[in-house]
């Protein structure tokens, strides 16, 4: 069976671990769903999954999806639609993510991810809480070297998000 991928509340003190649920759905039907990464709305609750996805594999190669979860108490379940938070012709790898209070109201989530066209290209992609995507994928950094790892992190001081990956 090919991969997808689950998830489960866990409460902080670990005795108590929520109904395990899937989180993507297309199973042995759309190619494999691997490497998740997720991060909590601070205003909704919500968590935000991303992962690589090969749904497409013959058309875009390696993507990257995103799919929101709710807290239903105990446990959680799927919340809104799968949304192709990466689908670019070339080949995605492994997302981070994480969410800060930008605008005052929700919030939104940044996605990263490197993406390999003619070389490694670092983007991110701003992800609303209702799950709708802001304007196209952002250009971190498009230099020529090899590039892995990313991961990032919003910093309420500044109001900025700071962004790492591993490069050469
Ligand atoms: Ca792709």
Known sequence: ??????????????????????????????????????????TTGRWLVAWLDTRNQGTTGFDVYAQQVAYVGPGSSRWGPTVPVGAFTGEAGPPAIDWGPVDGGDGEFLVVWIEWQTYD???????????????????????????????VAY???????????ESG
């Open 1 to 42: 069976m090919p991969p997808d991928i689950l998830g489960a509340t866990v409460d902080p003190t670990g005795t108590n671990v929520g109904p395990i649920i899937a989180i993507s759905t297309e199973g042995s039907t759309a190619g494999q769903q691997t490497d998740p990464a997720v991060a909590a709305c601070g």
């Open 121 to 151: 290209t670092a983007y991110a992609r701003r992800v609303e809480p209702d799950s709708n995507l802001v304007g196209d994928p952002i250009v971190v950094c498009d230099t020529s070297a090899i590039k892995s790892s990313p991961a």
């Open 155 to 165: 910093a309420p001081t500044s109001s900025d998000w700071w962004v790492a990956w």
